[in-house]
C-alpha cells in the first residue's frame, strides 16, 4: 500500500500523510489536518467534496448540484444532515463522549463526515474556526460545531446518502458509502458511466 501511496504522492502531489494510528478517534485529527493544510494550498476551486474513501461518488452529479447551491461569496456546507442528535453516554461505545467532554444534551446540527460539499471560503473560515472551538473526537458533530459557531450554514440535500443504496439509483443521487472493496467500487462506477452514456445518446 505504501508503495502506491509514494506513486501517487509523486505523481500528482496531492496525498497528504499524518503519522498516527488509522482508528476511528483518530479521524477528527485526519479532518482537522486536512482542513488545515488545505487552507494553506494556493489554489483556485469552485467547489471542495470532502469525502470518505468508501464511498461511491455521482461526480456529475455533485457539480451539477454544486453549481445551483453554491456560490462563491457563501459560507455554506452540503450533505446528509442530523438535527437533535444526543450524546452518547455508554461506555462501550465508539461514539462514546463523557459530560467533561460535552456537558450539553444534545449535539448541534451536524452533516454526516463522510461527504461534505462546500467551496474553498468555507474551507478557510472552518480552518479558522477550528482554532477556538474544544475538540471532541466525533469528527463530523465537531464540524458542526465549528460551523454553528462561526454562522456557516448547513443544509441538507437528500442525495447524499448516509447509507448503501443499489446503484441502479444512482442516476438521481450523489453519493452512497458501503463500498470497502476496490473492485466493487471500480464496477459501480463503470456501471454509472456507462448508464450516463447511454442517456446522453437519448
Same mark, same amino acid.
Given at each position: 500500500?505504501?508503495? &502506491? =501511496?509514494?506513486?501517487?504522492?509523486? @505523481?500528482?502531489? *496531492? !496525498?497528504?500523510?499524518?503519522?498516527?494510528?488509522? $482508528?476511528?478517534?483518530?479521524?477528527?485529527?485526519? +479532518?482537522?489536518?486536512?482542513?488545515?493544510?488545505?487552507? #494553506?494550498?494556493?489554489?483556485?476551486?469552485?467547489?471542495?467534496?470532502?469525502? *470518505?474513501?468508501?464511498?461511491? !461518488?455521482?461526480?456529475?452529479? !455533485?457539480?451539477?448540484?454544486? #453549481?445551483?447551491?453554491?456560490?462563491?461569496?457563501? +459560507?455554506?456546507?452540503?450533505?446528509?444532515?442530523?438535527?437533535?442528535?444526543?450524546?452518547?453516554?455508554?461506555? +462501550?461505545?465508539?461514539?462514546?463522549?463523557?459530560?467533561?467532554?460535552?456537558?450539553?444534551?444534545?449535539?448541534?446540527?451536524?452533516?454526516?463526515?463522510?461527504?461534505?460539499? +462546500?467551496?474553498? $471560503?468555507? =474551507?478557510?473560515?472552518?480552518?479558522?474556526?477550528?482554532?477556538?472551538? @474544544?475538540?471532541?473526537?466525533?469528527?463530523?458533530?465537531?464540524?458542526?460545531?465549528?460551523?454553528?459557531?462561526?454562522?456557516?450554514?448547513?443544509?441538507?440535500? $437528500?442525495?447524499?446518502?448516509?447509507? #448503501?443504496?443499489?446503484?441502479?439509483?444512482?442516476?438521481?443521487?450523489?453519493?452512497?458509502?458501503?463500498?470497502?472493496?476496490?473492485?466493487?467500487?471500480?464496477?459501480?462506477?463503470? &456501471?454509472?458511466?456507462?448508464?450516463? $452514456?447511454?442517456?446522453?445518446? @437519448?
Amino acid at each position: 500500500m505504501d508503495h &502506491f =501511496i509514494d506513486w501517487e504522492s509523486k @505523481r500528482h502531489k *496531492d !496525498v497528504i500523510q499524518l503519522n498516527i494510528e488509522d $482508528k476511528y478517534e483518530n479521524l477528527v485529527y485526519k +479532518t482537522v489536518y486536512a482542513l488545515l493544510s488545505l487552507s #494553506k494550498l494556493n489554489i483556485r476551486t469552485e467547489y471542495v467534496h470532502c469525502v *470518505d474513501d468508501d464511498r461511491l !461518488v455521482n461526480a456529475i452529479n !455533485v457539480y451539477d448540484i454544486a #453549481k445551483q447551491n453554491i456560490a462563491q461569496s457563501d +459560507t455554506v456546507m452540503l450533505g446528509f444532515m442530523v438535527n437533535l442528535s444526543r450524546p452518547d453516554r455508554s461506555l +462501550t461505545s465508539k461514539n462514546y463522549i463523557s459530560f467533561e467532554d460535552y456537558p450539553f444534551l444534545y449535539f448541534p446540527s451536524y452533516i454526516i463526515g463522510g461527504t461534505i460539499l +462546500t467551496n474553498m $471560503k468555507t =474551507i478557510h473560515m472552518l480552518s479558522k474556526g477550528i482554532r477556538h472551538v @474544544r475538540l471532541i473526537q466525533i469528527e463530523d458533530v465537531y464540524i458542526g460545531m465549528v460551523a454553528t459557531a462561526f454562522k456557516i450554514e448547513m443544509r441538507h440535500h $437528500k442525495g447524499f446518502f448516509p447509507f #448503501k443504496k443499489p446503484v441502479e439509483m444512482f442516476s438521481n443521487i450523489l453519493s452512497s458509502p458501503g463500498y470497502d472493496l476496490a473492485y466493487a467500487l471500480l464496477r459501480d462506477w463503470e &456501471f454509472i458511466h456507462q448508464y450516463e $452514456k447511454i442517456d446522453h445518446r @437519448r
